[in-house]
């Protein structure tokens, strides 16, 4: 019995192109942004993958600093 193999993500997943800009802003598609409630001044977190850059939505946690 064999298993299955895996599909990588990025072969199911349609892409779209964009460009980046002075100081190195880059626009995230409308499609994505809504899909993922991204609005402006929302957090990313941008990781060095194997395969390349992956972005991915952030969340900050406020925390209270005891002295």
Known sequence: ???PSATPLH???PSETSKV???GTLVIPA???NRFGLKEGSLVIAEETPEGILLRP???VPTRVFT
């Open 1 to 3: 019995m064999s298993l």
């Open 11 to 13: 072969a199911t997943t």
């Open 21 to 23: 800009g002075k100081r």
């Open 31 to 33: 499609k994505l942004r």
């Open 58 to 60: 952030a969340i900050a």
